[in-house]
């Protein structure tokens, strides 16, 4: 089976990549696709799409994919990636990125429903965590 | 010198083991920390968007707040308060037109920001300003045999121009708890993050990471683990039956914030320790070693 790659992103795809660019404000094209980011990332599990792969999907211009996804909710912007990149790329950036794209439509499209939490683990949880959470996680 | 000490939102209720040991041992130090007046939640998590300002706004009062009390350095014992702080004071120390752009938004408060204050992590303070060696000096009562981990999590070591020390191979802690006597051991996910705040929406992600991260401290001979940050400790501590759940051999390891050893090595007494916040019973490694 073949799957057509287009090599030129078309325009709406351009769009999503200048976005990406500017809201991160990283030069996706500087990754080269060592993989070095995603042997460290804690959340590699819990996540379908590894980091490397959120870059190359970004240079691509495949926003939809990437909105979509649920790895860029589970990386926590531990900043390991960073820190560990021989590109000095920032991918912690590029996934706020591209969260901050999901996050400022109009949509509301929060992936954390405070009032919908358990009683008992809202009472129980410290204030560091419900904030970061609400800060990270909605609009 | 004038220090304002900023503690953070949580350690006024879940981590005022944190709060407590945190004075008390500057006190003992002979460490004038003045808690910062009317200050306010730093926001906990550092925007990474390049035009997120408006985060920069929480922080920035709080340095304000600090300048207007005369401080000298302004210093947190929080990890994430001072990653937060230490990062917004950086960013507009580099951006000039964000700085006058925060400024202006703030223009209702008595005084502009000029980016002129350094933020401290306590460890920071310890280490450069007073050093290790006078530290042990005034040892009243060390922690022999005490086996620690240190674990720094990722906001004391990264970002790189935010860390307080090497991002892979951190030492202030281990060095601190030499000082107070007690035997550092070599703990390899002493770095590797707790998976922070997804303990709210996936508690099952913090389960994972705590059995991971306490299995490996635990394998490696260490009575307890002393932290930094209340997040972590929430999920290492309080989250460790979780943890269990996945891996009934995982033994009970109880978790310190490194001012409570520093507080019981100088001789202050068993109240500030505030021992009845841990959920995994922390007495145990201390009675063992004739510290209670
Ligand atoms: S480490 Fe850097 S260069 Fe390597 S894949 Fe990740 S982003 Fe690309
Ligand atoms: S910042 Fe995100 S992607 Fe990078 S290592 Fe941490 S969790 Fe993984
Ligand atoms: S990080 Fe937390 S504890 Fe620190 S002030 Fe901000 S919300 Fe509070
Ligand atoms: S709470 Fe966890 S994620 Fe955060 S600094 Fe502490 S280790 Fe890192």
């Known amino acids: 089976m073949s799957v057509p790659v287009r090599i030129y992103p ?12 500017a ?27 590894l980091p490397h792969q959120i870059i190359r999907l970004a240079q691509l211009g495949l926003g939809e994919t990437l909105c979509g996804s649920r790895a860029i909710w589970a990386c926590v912007s531990c900043l390991t990636c960073n820190g560990r990149c021989p590109k000095g790329v920032r991918i912690a950036e590029v996934i706020e990125a591209v969260r901050e794209v999901v996050l400022r439509t109009n949509r509301r499209d929060d992936r954390l429903e405070v009032s919908a939490l358990p009683a008992e683990r809202l009472a129980s949880l410290p204030p560091i965590a419900l904030i970061s959470a609400m800060r990270k996680l909605t609009s | 010198m004038r220090i ?15 709060d407590d040991s945190t004075i008390a041992a500057c006190t003992r130090l002979g460490l004038e920390v003045k808690e910062l007046d009317r200050w ?3 926001g ?26 005369g401080a000298d350095a302004f210093m947190t014992g929080c990890a994430m308060c001072y990653s937060t702080l230490k990062r917004a004071n950086l960013h507009l120390r580099q951006n000039p037109e964000a700085l006058s752009v925060v400024n202006g938004f703030l223009s209702l408060e008595q005084t502009d920001y000029r980016g002129d204050l350094d933020v401290l992590h306590l460890l920071e303070l310890l280490r450069d300003r007073i050093g290790f060696e006078q530290l042990a000096a005034r040892v009243e009562r060390p922690l022999s045999g005490l086996r620690v981990a240190c674990y720094y999590g990722c906001l004391l070591v990264r970002p790189r121009e935010a860390a307080i020390d090497d ?10 708890m030499a000082a107070l006597g007690a035997t550092p051991v070599a703990f390899p996910l002493k770095t590797e993050c707790c998976g922070a705040y997804q303990v709210v929406a996936d508690p099952g992600i913090i389960a994972e990471r705590t059995r991971r991260i306490m299995g490996s401290a635990a394998s490696h001979g260490a009575d307890l683990v002393v932290m930094s940050c209340p ?34 090595a100088l001789g202050c007494g068993e109240e500030v320790l505030r021992l009845e916040r841990h959920r995994t019973d922390p007495r145990a490694p201390l009675t063992a070693r004739g510290l209670l």
């Open chain 2, 167 to 176: 991002s892979e191979q951190p030492r202030v802690m281990e060095d601190l």
């Open chain 2, 4 to 18: 304002s000490y900023f503690p953070g939102c949580t350690l006024k209720n879940h981590a005022v083991n944190f």
């Open chain 1, 23 to 49: 809201l991160s404000g990283q030069r996706l094209l500087a990754c080269y696709q060592c993989g070095n980011c995603s042997a460290g990332c804690p959340m590699a599990d819990h996540m379908e799409l």
């Open chain 2, 231 to 264: 997040l972590c400790a929430y999920n290492l501590d309080d989250r460790q039956a979780d943890a269990r759940r996945l891996d009934p051999d995982l033994a009970p390891l109880p978790v310190f914030y490194f001012t409570q050893l520093m507080a019981l």
């Open chain 2, 44 to 69: 906990t998590v550092h925007g990474l968007a390049a035009d997120d300002l408006i985060h920069r706004m929480a922080p920035i009062t709080n340095l304000i707040r600090a300048k207007e009390a």
């Open chain 1, 10 to 21: 078309e325009r709406s795809r351009r769009g999503f990549v200048d976005q990406v660019e």
């Open chain 2, 40 to 42: 306010n939640c730093c």
